[in-house]
């Protein structure tokens, strides 16, 4: 489980085919990378991580602490990773811990789908605002003032309409997340809030 906070944005090193899907890896943060917080990024193998808000486990290490995922192939077909190139960076959260605060909103990690930028306007302020069309099926839990997920990061939902939707950005996201790297024709991953995914597949279904 996570919270959709960012703890750092680290590179793609190498993102290579194995079977049918990938093996993945990802520089190891520094210390002090992406919150601010000081100290050492403790994960173990075996660990459960947030990578641009898709939950992948670690796999092994590299010599200078590279963390290795291997990616399935519906992992692949549920994200956009099958672009994926070294060199671009991708947004990473550790697993919640149960005595932390949760700052954003509970996060599986188990994507639904897609969005695609569709405009990105600036606020004035440092931030901005960008419009995203989600995939087809993903408009029904885009929920006014609701929180949605994208590349593993807690947003509040803004005007949705027909699948389209915008979020606003304040200046520290932009700078702490891959958000800001964002262009029109991007794609984000998307995960929709699960509390709304639980009560569709809980009421009964309507004559």
Known sequence: MFTGIIEAAVPVLACEPQGTGLRLTLGAPSSGDGDGKQGAWDVGLGDSVAVSGTCLTVAAFGERGEMIFDLSAETVDRTWFASLKPGQHLNLERALKLDARLDGHLVSGHVDGGATVVEIQ???????????????????????????????????????????????????????????????????????????????RLLPPQA
């Open 122 to 200: 600036a606020s004035g302020d440092g931030g901005c605002e960008i419009s995203f069309q989600a995939d087809t099926g993903q408009d029904r839990y885009l929920v006014e003032k609701g929180s949605v997920t994208l590349d593993g990061v807690s947003l509040t939902v803004i005007s949705p309409s027909d699948g389209r939707f915008h979020v606003a950005l304040i200046p520290l996201t932009l700078k702490l997340t891959t958000l800001g790297d964002l262009e029109v024709g991007d794609r984000v991953n998307l995960e929709a809030d699960m509390i709304g995914k639980w009560v569709e």
